[in-house]
């Protein structure tokens, strides 16, 4: 079992490579669920408590806020970027 978590994993993050360096509209959800200094966000291809989420590292915005992420990071589930002005 714990092989075939780690090809999980490892395909995972290759996926979620493809992402860095792409803006995309993301639904801000809140404050990360894991440090209040992050703010967490979901993309159209992640669906609640199925997949990774965005991790906003710069930028200020409420819940509900649908906004452009510049994506600069990917980790095996998460996606990690900051909200691009305008």
Do not use: F, H, W
């Not at 714990?2 to 803006?23: H, P, T």
């Not at 509209?25 to 965005?54: F, K």
Request: with cysteine; proline share 3%.
């Amino acid at each position: 079992m714990d092989y075939l978590l780690a090809v999980q994993a490892e395909l995972s993050a290759e996926i979620q490579k493809k992402y860095i360096g792409r803006v995309e509209p993301v639904l801000v959800e809140g404050l990360c669920s894991e440090t209040d200094l992050l703010l967490q966000g979901r993309t159209r291809y992640q669906a609640p408590e199925v997949d990774g989420c965005v991790l906003i590292n710069d930028g200020t915005a409420s819940p509900g806020d649908v906004l452009s992420v510049a994506i600069t990071e990917a980790q095996v589930y998460d996606l990690v970027g900051g909200i691009v002005a305008g």
